[in-house]
């Protein structure tokens, strides 16, 4: 069974600039979520991805946008990124039978 | 909206004792899950609480579900180096989970 798995690891951007992070679900799991964890917080949630379209978004700007496939895997996009968007960006998946989540490494946003 | 408060945010443990972490949501649960963050790693799950009163116990972790579906504690006995981390409870209603600050632990050996 594959894990979940996230590109790139590690990102620097500019302000102002746009990004795009992938996300592979685990085997079987057909909905995912993304999350935004700050440094020394909880991850806080973006928004949730069943069926390719978006059925739950947590308090983000439409600037956070985001897309899944119909291989399950999914892309979160960030425009006009800001300083405060610096954080380390979680992909979680599930089936959406079950509750819990199974998180992937994360991707290291760096905005200056 | 739904809040979730973890105490302590710290906790500094000689090994070989035991400490409690609690987790308090502003409003009733459908489930709490409790997850595992290693320093410089990801949350990985842990466990899952459903029911009411629910207790389930792995190892030396034991974890409980407050009767009223707002509360929730992780309770880990004779503490070992292998436990540093941050214990995170995430509440679960439609279709999210709200994590708390979390509990960063480290231990003295």
């Known amino acids: 069974e594959t894990g979940v798995t996230q590109s790139p690891t590690h990102l620097i951007k500019t302000r102002g600039q746009q990004v795009t992070l992938r996300c592979s679900s685990q085997s079987g799991h057909n909905t995912v979520s993304w999350y935004q964890q700050a440094l020394g917080q909880g991850p806080q949630f973006i928004f949730q991805y069943y069926r390719e379209e978006e059925n739950g978004r947590g308090n983000f700007p439409p600037r956070f946008s985001g897309l899944q496939f119909p291989n399950y895997s999914s892309e979160l996009n960030v425009n006009a990124l800001e300083l405060d968007d610096s954080a380390l960006y979680l992909c979680?998946?599930?089936?959406?039978?079950?509750?819990?989540?199974?998180f992937g490494p994360g991707t290291r946003l760096t905005v200056t | 909206g739904q809040q979730v408060m973890q105490i302590p945010q710290y906790q500094h443990v000689q090994e070989g004792e035991d400490f409690t972490t609690y987790c308090n949501s502003s409003t009733t649960l459908s489930n709490i899950q409790w997850y595992k963050q290693r320093p410089g790693g990801h949350p990985v799950f842990l466990i899952q609480l459903v029911k009411s009163g629910e207790v389930k116990k792995q190892k030396r972790l034991t974890f409980q579900f407050g009767e009223a579906k707002k509360n929730s504690s992780l309770h880990i006995t004779a503490t070992q180096t292998t436990d540093v981390g941050t214990y995170f409870c995430?509440?679960?209603?439609?279709?999210?989970?709200?994590f708390g600050a979390g509990t960063t632990v480290t231990v003295r050996a």
């Open positions: 995430a509440g679960f209603n439609d279709y999210k989970l709200s």
């Open positions: 979680a998946s599930r089936k959406d039978t079950h509750y819990e989540q199974y």
